[in-house]
C-alpha cells in the first residue's frame, strides 16, 4: 500500500471510528482528476453521526490535513477529496517505480496466506473450444494477481474425466475406431468419434445401453474399459498442455474427477453421520429444501456418484492437503446453483473454511448463430481461434514493419494477447459475443494497442540511450540519470509539472497497485485491463502534446524519466494479465 493511501486511511479510521479495513475499501478512485487522487463518500457515516453525508464532509475537511503526502483536503457535496503533493509523487514515488522496476506493484499482503485456484478443466477426449477461454484465461490473471500480493497460489485443472461420455466413446472407439488416426490426432479423432457416435445412437437407440453398460466396467475396473480409458486419458492431457504452454499458462495440480473414486464413499458416510443423507427412491439424497436450496442427489439408484460428491471430496481433499485460506471456483455463472448447494454442504458437514470458498462466476461466450454444441459438432476450437490471430497479426506486421526482427515472436505475442485481453477487458459475469471481427480487431480497447504503446515507450528510450544521455544497459535496465562519471545521481527535485498530460501519467501510475488489491478483492482482471488501457491512452496523448527528445535538458530528462517510468507499469500490468510486452512491433 502506498504511504499516503496508508496515511489517508489511518486518518479517516481516527476521526469515523471505522475500522481500517472498512475504510480501505470505501475509499475510491474520482473519476475526474481535478477532484483529486482520493474521495471518501461520507454516506455511511450519516447514521453514525446523525447528520446529512454533505454536512460530515465539510466538517471533516477542516481538520488539519496536510502532510508530507497529502496537500489539500476539501469536501465536494457528501464526498471527502484528497488531493497527494506533486513533490511526493515525483521525487518519492517516481524513483520508487524506476527502482523497483520488475517488481513495481508487488506487495505483501498476503503474505503466509495460501489460495487455490480451480480454473480452466476441460473434458478429457473433446477438444479445447473457445468456451474454455473464459474459464482459464480468468483464473490464469488470478493466480497472478494474487501471486504479486505475495499470496501461495496453487493452480488446479479439475479434469473431466468421468462419466458416461467415456462409455460413449469406447463403444464408438471398439465400432468405428483407428489407433494411428488416434496416435496422430487424438483430441480432434476423440472427438470426431464422440460426435459419430450421438449421430448413430439416433437411428439405433441400444448404443445408450451399451455405453451405459460400458461405463459400469469402467467403474467396476474392467481391465479392456480401464486400458482404453487411461489411453484416451493420457494423450488428452499431453494435448491439453501443449496448448497451455503456447498460452504461457501452467498448473499445479492436475487432479481431475476421476482421482476422488476412492474418497467418495467416506464423503457420503460423512454427510450421512451429519443427517443429511436420506435414501429416495434408491438413490441417495440431501434435503436443503430447510435452507432455501433444492434438494441434492449425491449418489444415483444405480451407484453412481454425482458431480457434487466430486466437488465435496475434492475439497476436503484440498483443504487436508494445502490448508487453503481462500477457495476459488473460477466456473460459469449457469453453474450457480451447484455451487450454493456445493458450499451449504461443506458449512453442514462441520468444516468451518466453508466459508473461504468462493464461485467467481462468468457470463457465457455466445455465437451469432446459437450455442456450442460438443454433441453436434458445432464447435470453434480455441487452437483454431489463436493461430488465426497470430496469422493476422504476422500479416499487419509485415505491412507495416517489414523489417522487424523476430516478426514471428512478435505476432504470436500479439495475436495471443488480442485473444486474451479481448475477454479479461469485459466485466467476467457478462455474457460475451464472439466474433471474429471483434476479437481480431487490432485497434481501440485492445491489447495490440496497449502493446504499440509499450513499444513506442521502448522507442523513446532506446534513441535516448543512442544519443548517450542516459544510462540504459538493456531494455531490462532501468532508467536512471547518470552523472559524467555513469554513477547513478538522485533525481532532480521537481515541485510540479509543466503539463497536464504529464501530472495524469504519473497520477495514473501511483494507482497501480491499488488496482491490482481491487482486481483481487473482487476478483475482477477486467479491472487492471481497464486500468492499462486508461493509462496507455494517457501515455498517446502525452506523447503528441510533449515532446521528449526535442525538449530542453532539464525538461527532457524529467519526461525521459515518466517514460520510463510507464514502460514499467505496462509492462507488469501486461504480464499479471498473462500477455507479453515486445520491446518492438
Not at 358 to 379: A, E, N, Y
Not at 454 to 459: E, I, T, Y
Not at 521 to 528: A, G
Amino acid at each position: 500500500m502506498l504511504p499516503v493511501r496508508k496515511e489517508i486511511i489511518a486518518r479517516l479510521a481516527s476521526l469515523t471510528g471505522l475500522p481500517e479495513p472498512e475504510v480501505e475499501t470505501s475509499l475510491e478512485i474520482p473519476p475526474d482528476p481535478t477532484l483529486g487522487e482520493y474521495a471518501f463518500p461520507c454516506f455511511p457515516l450519516a447514521r453514525r453521526f446523525k447528520k446529512a453525508p454533505q454536512l460530515i464532509a465539510a466538517e471533516m475537511a477542516e481538520h488539519d490535513w496536510p502532510s508530507d503526502y497529502v496537500e489539500r483536503v476539501e469536501s465536494v457535496g457528501p464526498y471527502l477529496n484528497f488531493h497527494v503533493r506533486r513533490s511526493y509523487l515525483y521525487n518519492t514515488l517516481l524513483p520508487q517505480i524506476l527502482r523497483e522496476g520488475p517488481v513495481y506493484g508487488i506487495l505483501a499482503e498476503g503474505k503466509g496466506k495460501t489460495v487455490v485456484v480451480d480454473y480452466s478443466a476441460p473434458n478429457i477426449a473433446k477438444p479445447f473450444s473457445v468456451g474454455h477461454l473464459r474459464s482459464t484465461v480468468i483464473g490464469n490473471a488470478l493466480c497472478r494477481l494474487y501471486r504479486s500480493l505475495g499470496y501461495k497460489v496453487v493452480g488446479i485443472n479439475h479434469l473431466g474425466d468421468w462419466g458416461t461420455q467415456f462409455g460413449k466413446l469406447i463403444v464408438a472407439y471398439r465400432q468405428w475406431g483407428d489407433a494411428n488416426r488416434l496416435l496422430e490426432e487424438p483430441v480432434q479423432y476423440l472427438y470426431h468419434l464422440y460426435v459419430r457416435f450421438h449421430q448413430e445412437a439416433e437411428s439405433t437407440p441400444e448404443l445408450e445401453e451399451e455405453a451405459r453398460s460400458w461405463f459400469r466396467r469402467l467403474e467396476q475396473g474392467d481391465r479392456e474399459a480401464r486400458e482404453l480409458w487411461e489411453h484416451f486419458r493420457a494423450l488428452s492431457l499431453e494435448d491439453f498442455q501443449r496448448l497451455y504452454r503456447y498460452l504461457g499458462i501452467s498448473f499445479d495440480s492436475y487432479m481431475g474427477e476421476s482421482d476422488y473414486n476412492d474418497r467418495l464413499e467416506e464423503t457420503i458416510e460423512l454427510a450421512r453421520s451429519r443427517g443429511l443423507v436420506k435414501e429416495s427412491e434408491g438413490a441417495l439424497v440431501a434435503d436443503l429444501e430447510p435452507y432455501g436450496l433444492p434438494t441434492c442427489l449425491l449418489r444415483k439408484k444405480d451407484g453412481a456418484a454425482l458431480y457434487i460428491t466430486r466437488d465435496l471430496a475434492a475439497a476436503i481433499y484440498r483443504h487436508e492437503t494445502y490448508s487453503f485460506d481462500q477457495m476459488l471456483y473460477v466456473v460459469g455463472a449457469e453453474q450457480t446453483l451447484h455451487f450454493q448447494q456445493f458450499f451449504k454442504l461443506l458449512e453442514l458437514m462441520g468444516f468451518s473454511w466453508a466459508g473461504n470458498c468462493t464461485h467467481v462466476p462468468f457470463g457465457l461466450i455466445h455465437f451469432k448463430d446459437g450455442r456450442m454444441s460438443t454433441r453436434q459438432g458445432k464447435v470453434i476450437f480455441l487452437e483454431e481461434v489463436l493461430k488465426r490471430a497470430v496469422e493476422l497479426a504476422r500479416e499487419i506486421i509485415e505491412e507495416k514493419n517489414p523489417s522487424l526482427n523476430e516478426k514471428d515472436s512478435v505476432a504470436r505475442a500479439v495475436g495471443l494477447g488480442a485473444v486474451i485481453f479481448g475477454d479479461l477487458i469485459n466485466d467476467r459475469i457478462k455474457d460475451v459475443e464472439f466474433d471474429w471481427e471483434k476479437i481480431l480487431d487490432f485497434a481501440g480497447e485492445t491489447a495490440p494497442y496497449i502493446q504499440y504503446s509499450h513499444a513506442r515507450v521502448c522507442s523513446i528510450l532506446r534513441r535516448a540511450a543512442a544519443e548517450e544521455m542516459i544510462s540504459a544497459n538493456g531494455m531490462d535496465t532501468e532508467l536512471k540519470e547518470t552523472t559524467t562519471s555513469g554513477d547513478a545521481a538522485p533525481l532532480k527535485v521537481h515541485n510540479s509539472f509543466g503539463e497536464p498530460e504529464e501530472e495524469t501519467l504519473i497520477i495514473a501510475m501511483a494507482h497501480f497497485s491499488e488496482e491490482i488489491v481491487r482486481a483481487v478483492r473482487d476478483n475482477r482482471p477486467s479491472y487492471l485491463a481497464r486500468y492499462l488501457l486508461e493509462l496507455a491512452r494517457g501515455f498517446n496523448k502525452f506523447y503528441h502534446n510533449c515532446p521528449v527528445l526535442t525538449a530542453s535538458e532539464e525538461i527532457r530528462q524529467r519526461r525521459l524519466q515518466l517514460v520510463a517510468g510507464v514502460r514499467i507499469v505496462l509492462r507488469n500490468g501486461l504480464a499479471l494479465l498473462g500477455i507479453e510486452a515486445p520491446q518492438e512491433m
